[in-house]
């Protein structure tokens, strides 16, 4: 593993904070444009003139934002959580549960991503178009999927670094 106080982890450090970052921003401006698109779908459809295309852009603008969330809410703790078992655990075992839930995320993100991989590489080999009113080619629908699963997996990889990081400093502190 890196060494945590060396230039690599700082760097990799810095850029998986700062892709989590941007794909909050890009989350939040997608969350109010689906706002914008329901409240003028809405309005449209009180008015006499229901707009179809609405739904199939709020619905992409969703897959977007979910995708986009999953490594900022880990980044932020919000993802996983592990107090809820903390108390189930023998006290000696409860300063790796940090780690366990890394790995965890490791292993699910690994398996997430291979499985959108698949799924999107299809897309793109075949170019078939989505199930929708407007015409778009599902590979951009899916093409998210693998990119904030990858990212999910490097902010996993980072909360284990750090986590070693704090268990090695609170062994400095025993001795």
């Known amino acids: 593993m ?11 450090s810095k850029a998986v904070e700062g892709v989590n970052a941007l794909f909050t921003a890009i989350a939040c401006l997608l969350v109010a444009a689906i706002g914008i698109i329901v409240v003028a779908a809405t309005l449209a459809r ?54 366990v839930a890394a790995i965890a995320c490791i292993l699910f993100g690994a398996i997430f991503f ?3 991989w698949q799924l999107t590489a299809r897309s793109f080999g075949d170019n078939r178009l989505a199930n929708a009113v407007i015409t778009v080619q599902l590979k951009w629908i899916q093409v998210i999927g693998p990119i904030g699963v990858l990212q999910f997996v490097l902010t996993a990889l980072l909360r284990l670094a750090e986590a070693q990081q704090r268990l090695r400093a609170a062994d400095r502190l025993k001795d």
């Open 2 to 12: 890196v060494e945590p106080h060396s230039r690599a982890f700082t760097l990799f």
């Open 46 to 99: 009180s008015f006499g003139a229901p707009q179809m295309w609405a739904h199939d852009y709020a619905q992409i603008a969703f897959v977007y934002v979910v995708f986009l969330s999953l490594a900022p809410a880990l980044q932020s703790g919000q993802h996983v959580t592990v107090e809820l078992f903390e108390g189930l655990v023998p006290r000696g075992f409860r300063k790796y549960l940090d780690h």
């Open 114 to 116: 291979w499985y959108l």
